[in-house]
Structures are given as C-alpha cells and as structure tokens.
C-alpha cells in the first residue's frame, strides 16, 4: 500500500486531472482536517492545478504531512518562458505572480514558491489542522524535507507494493552529549535490472534461480520488502542509542532481520526475499554526519560551492556480508545533505545549480525531482539542513 506521506502524482493535461486532483486531496484530508479547512484545501488544489494545465509538464503532488501537521500540495512544471520571480524587499515575497498562483498562496496556510529561469517553476503549499505547525520544533537540530512518488503503472509495473520508506528523528542533548539525530531510507525496488546495473554479476534469470527459491517466478514478480520489514527496521532503529555508529546500526537491522523466521528471509547467500533491498543510515550531530549505505541509495554532504559524496562499500541487505563502511564527515549550520533513491543523477551539483540553500528542503527535494529524474522508477528525496545555529542555547551545568 502506498503511505499516507507518500505524493499521489498527477499530471494535468485536461481539466478532468483537476477533478482528479481534487479527490485525491478531499480523500487525503479526510480524518486530518476540519471541514472548513477541507474546503481551504479544495480551493487551493483547484488554483495550483488551474495553474499547473497551462504550463508544459505541469504536475502536481499531494500528500499528508509526515508530522500529522495537515496536507501538502506541491505542484511544477518545465516551463522554458518561466522567468526570474520579482521580489518585495519588505516582505521578501514574490509580487507580480499570476491569478491562480496568488489564490493558491491566499487559500495556503504556508506557501514558498521556486523559479529557475528557461527551465520552471515549482511551489510548496500546505493547509494545516486548527492549531497545527509546521515548523521544526526549536530542539530540532536538522530541518527534513522529502519527495516520495511512486512510477508510473505504479503496483502494476513494479510488480510488487511501494516499499520505499524514509524517516528522521532528532534526540535532545542528554548526559552532558549534544543533540543527534538519525535517517533512515529504504529502497525496497523489486526491478531485477537495478540489481544487475549496480552489482554486475548474473542476470536477472541467474537471480531467479539462485534466490528466488526455485519458484520460477520473474526477479520483478519477488517482493524484495513488505510493509512488516519495514516497520521491523524501524524498530530496530530507534532502539538503538542516540550516537551508536551507523555502520552499527545497520549491522543490527541485518543481524535481526536474519534472526526472525516469521519474517520470511533466507538464511542463504541471498535473502530471497529482501536480498535486493537498499537501506541507508545517517547519525547526525551538529558539527558531523556519520553514514552508511548498503545498494543504490546515494547523497552528499552540500555546501555553498562544494560537494562531498557519502559513499560505502557495495553490498544490499542480504549480499555481501563484509561489515559495510561509514563515512564521517564535518558539517555546519546552514549546510546540507541530499539522500536519495536510484533513478535520480548529479542531485548535489543540481543542488547548487539551481541555488537551493536558502529554499525550504521540501521545496528543494521538489526542483531536485523535477530537474534529477533519469528514468521511470519509485523516487525518494530527502534533504536535511543543518539548524544547529537556530536552536536555543543549552543552559551550563
């Protein structure tokens, strides 16, 4: 099933994709917003898609927030006349935008909005609870933003359920230590041809026969996650201890998932099930990233005018065994780190490229799926700024 913080993605070529637009949004409030706030909502995707249908690869991208705070519509387009926005130095917001960009920002309890000029625009716009915020809470030490979509054909063309998954939690200072925090992502794609790209050994029949316990099925056919894996990493997660190495982590989540039969798993070279599985972790500070990632996930630690990749040594869930290795590097307040699934390139430099530092990291993951996708796959984006220098000082003990 595809989660609740998922984006349901529709492009709007006609006005029946506006109806679309707007059912998907009047069904992702239901249970999170008050009628009134519904209502707000309606109006508001109604505007962005107004938009949207005028303009080449105009799409929007609806979801419920993460935090519960209420429902977020994002919307872009490849609009090649898209020019510099103008903007009001006593408000720092755009003047000058068109009449249903301007209603999209009136209905919008948060509203930011991003230009590249001859390339497009996008916007980030959310309608919240009575009450809600959005804003990082002050003991945050990193601000997350992420995109999650789905490919085309959806369950149909991967054959299997949606299985990508990201979170991120942040620990207050205890024991004398500093704040941490800690991200997760799961790469759980089913299509044998990643498999092959990345690991160079075998086909995908080779896998079939090998891993796949005999059954004649199709690599594509195998569910390389299910939601029950995933929460179960979870769990392994966030029982570990606030500063534990990632590499660590990640030996847990391999540890455990091996040690539970009901899940499943192989005991063999290949986890049958799960062997193609990506998973990455991020332990955090507010001076150093630690990172460990096992198959296609990739990111960098994004500075103003230099990149520094966070790598490690190949290996999925459940192929090479060799301990994986973690890369630790420095990074300060207002820098940044870009995770990010397979099917996406050159994220960091586009980063830079397309001057997202001071952007709302939603918004920036939004212009990075815009602008990185290189082929047709379930696509997760996650870009964490670095807050350290907004948080309040901790009294002296």
């Not at 992702?28 to 008050?34: D, K, S």
């Not at 209905?107 to 009575?130: K, N």
């Not at 096992?294 to 960098?300: E, K, M, R, S, V």
């Not at 990291?361 to 907004?390: E, K, M, Q, S």
Request: hydrophobic fraction near 45%.
């Amino acid at each position: 099933m595809f989660p609740d913080h998922g984006h349901r993605r529709i492009a709007v070529a006609s006005p029946d994709d506006i109806a679309t637009a707007r059912r998907i949004a009047a069904e992702q409030a239901e249970g999170v917003l008050a009628a009134d706030e519904a209502s707000r909502l309606d109006r508001l995707v109604t505007a962005a898609a107004d938009h949207a249908l005028g303009r080449p690869s105009g799409t929007l991208l609806i979801a419920r927030m993460r935090s519960g705070a209420g429902i977020e519509c994002l919307a872009y387009d490849r609009d090649p006349a898209t020019a510099e926005l103008p903007v009001s130095s006593a408000e720092d917001a755009p003047r000058g935008l068109s009449a249903a960009l301007d209603a999209v920002r009136t209905q919008a309890d948060r509203f930011h909005i991003h230009a590249t000029p001859g390339i497009g625009s996008a916007l980030l716009a959310r309608v919240l609870r009575l009450g809600a915020d959005d804003a990082p809470p002050d003991d945050a030490l990193a601000q997350a933003g992420a995109v999650m979509v789905e490919r085309s054909g959806g369950k149909a063309a991967r054959g299997g359920p949606f299985l990508d998954h990201w979170s991120v939690t942040c620990a207050p200072a205890r024991n004398g230590d500093g704040p941490c925090g800690i991200a997760l992502m799961i790469d759980g794609d089913t299509a044998a041809d990643a498999v092959d790209a990345v690991s160079g050994v075998g086909s995908g029949a080779d896998f079939a026969e090998d891993g796949g316990k005999g059954d004649g099925h199709s690599p594509a056919s195998l569910t390389m996650m299910t939601p029950e894996v995933v929460r179960q990493v979870e769990a392994v997660v966030g029982a570990t201890v606030p500063g534990l190495p990632a590499p660590v982590v990640v030996n847990a989540i391999r540890r455990d998932l091996k040690g539970r039969p009901e899940l499943g798993l192989s005991h063999d070279r290949t986890l049958a099930r799960i062997g193609r599985s990506a998973v990455a972790v991020l332990r955090f500070d507010a001076d150093a990233v630690d990172y460990t990632a096992l198959g296609t996930l990739a990111g960098a630690v994004v500075r103003p005018q230099e990149i520094t990749a966070l790598g490690a040594r190949w290996a999925m869930v459940g192929f090479n065994p060799l301990a994986p290795a973690s890369v630790h590097l420095r990074w300060g307040p207002g820098e940044h780190v870009v995770l990010y699934t397979g099917g996406c390139a050159r994220l960091p430099a586009l980063f830079i490229h397309r001057r997202l530092h001071e952007v709302e990291p939603t918004l920036a993951a939004l212009v990075l799926l815009r602008d990185g996708v290189v082929r047709d796959d379930d696509h997760t984006i996650l870009v964490l700024r670095n807050r350290a220098d907004r948080m309040p000082a901790v009294p002296a003990v």
